[in-house]
């Protein structure tokens, strides 16, 4: 738990929960040495806050049901010490209902009437981690209370750090806007991946079709191919709505396409990684593979949901020899596997069969790992600026 000195107006949102990875570290030293930031796990604190931030994890269940007990754990405790005049604004994502009919009886459970003692309010964290041109300040925020003194509470609350406030009628709208913007993401990541299958089998280029599709100037939007989508956020919370749709009788069949196609990426990658091996005369059971990038996105460290980890797992599984290399991750113990980066040398590149790159790190110069390596297959066109050698590189 963040705790903001009271009176000292938050330089960004008093959170419930870890601060984001891209927040920087020297912001933060110097809050805390002037007194206006602390971190505390004692919840008797949050008495003396007048806004309580919640952006706890909101993960699946095995069986792709959302899994609510951080939210329902956090509540419990913030029902314990809620005082009135406080406002609480879950940022986490979640289904629509979750604020209205998780969070509302626990909170009024003590006593406390929302409207009138206590403000209630959903507003969706919109974060782009890595994003250099956008930050929490320069972000839009949807913003949607329980009720009107809810709506205008927490409008005033936000308003203070955030450039531009955008209110909803409910809390229920605020948790759709943010589901459907990870679906949107989903759904066209899907479409897209869908294309590299066909163009796969008709022999196409992927890469050159939607790089020419996307110099129209209107009516299009750029999304990329790749061994998968990963993160905490495109691949489970579409499966949120999904799930809360059913108690609608209502079958969002895009979603599940979408899920179906992205899941289906990495054993995409394992079938072509061992069509390039024949191509090479290696068989998969003899091949030493170096795969390149394991987070989930360029330039990150997380690999949370990473496909590359599943593509690890599969490309184990048919007995090859696997190392890695990613200048953000130095090991790793995800799903099952553990590794330890490798360092990336000549040598390397020269006694691996095939480099697969999995995550498109800029800081990796692909054009010497052309240059050294015996072949590339690359899921993520992060060979595009290497001119020479372009007949040892296999595009997804
Ligand atoms: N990180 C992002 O880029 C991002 C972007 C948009 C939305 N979100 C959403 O925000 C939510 C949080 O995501 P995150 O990436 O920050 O997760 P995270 O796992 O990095 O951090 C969550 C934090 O909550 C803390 N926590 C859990 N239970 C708690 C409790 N009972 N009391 C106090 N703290 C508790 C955990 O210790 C952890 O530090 C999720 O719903 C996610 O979908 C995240």
Redesign the pocket.
């Known amino acids: 738990?963040l705790n903001f000195k009271k009176g000292v107006p938050p330089p960004r949102e008093a959170v419930?929960?870890?601060p984001?990875p891209d927040v920087c570290d020297d912001d933060l030293r110097v809050l805390v040495h002037k007194g206006q930031l602390e971190a505390v796990s004692d919840y008797s604190r949050v008495a003396e806050m007048d806004v309580i931030v919640i952006?706890?994890?909101?993960p699946l269940t095995k069986n792709l049901s959302p899994d609510l007990q951080?939210i329902e754990?956090?509540t419990r405790?913030l029902a314990r010490v809620l005082r009135p005049g406080q406002l609480i604004s879950l940022?986490?994502?979640?289904y629509p209902g979750t604020t209205e009919e998780i969070m509302l009886p626990i909170l009024e459970a003590s006593g406390l009437k929302v409207e009138r003692d206590f403000f209630l309010a959903h507003s969706?964290?919109?974060?782009?981690?890595g994003n250099a041109r956008f930050n929490t300040k320069n972000t839009t925020k949807v913003v949607g209370g329980v009720g009107p003194h809810s709506q205008a509470v927490a409008v005033a609350f936000y308003a203070q750090t955030i450039s531009q406030v955008v209110p909803v009628s409910s809390a229920n709208a605020a948790e759709m806007v943010?589901v459907f913007e990870n679906t949107f993401r989903a759904v066209n990541i899907g479409l897209v991946n869908e294309m590299a299958l066909l163009c796969d089998r008709m022999g196409l280029n992927v890469w050159e079709v939607l790089d020419a599709a996307f110099t129209k100037p209107f009516g299009i939007m750029p999304f990329y191919p790749g061994p998968g989508v990963g993160g905490?956020?495109i691949p489970?919370?579409p499966h949120y709505l999904e799930w809360k749709a059913r108690e609608f009788n209502f079958n969002t069949r895009f979603i599940a396409l979408a899920g179906e196609i992205n899941r289906k990426m990495p054993e995409f990658v394992r079938e072509k990684t061992h069509r390039v091996l024949n191509q090479l005369g290696v068989a998969p059971a003899w091949a030493k593979l170096l795969i390149l990038g394991v987070s989930y996105k360029r330039d990150l460290g997380d690999v949370r949901e990473s496909p590359a980890i599943e593509v690890i797992k599969l490309l184990q599984e048919a007995g090859s020899v696997l190392v890695y290399h990613d200048p953000y991750v130095p090991a790793f113990s995800e799903h099952g596997v553990a590794m330890e980066s490798t360092p990336l040398t000549d040598e390397l590149l020269a006694e691996c069969d095939l480099v697969v790159i999995a995550s498109d790190h800029t800081t990796i110069d692909y054009s010497w790992v052309v240059a050294k390596a015996n072949h590339v297959l690359d899921t993520r066109n992060a060979t595009r600026g290497a001119l020479a050698n372009r007949d040892k590189i296999t595009l997804l």
């Open positions: 738990m419930v929960g870890d984001r952006a706890v994890p909101t951080f754990s956090v405790e940022e986490s994502t979640t969706p964290e919109r974060v782009d981690p943010k905490h956020c489970l919370d």
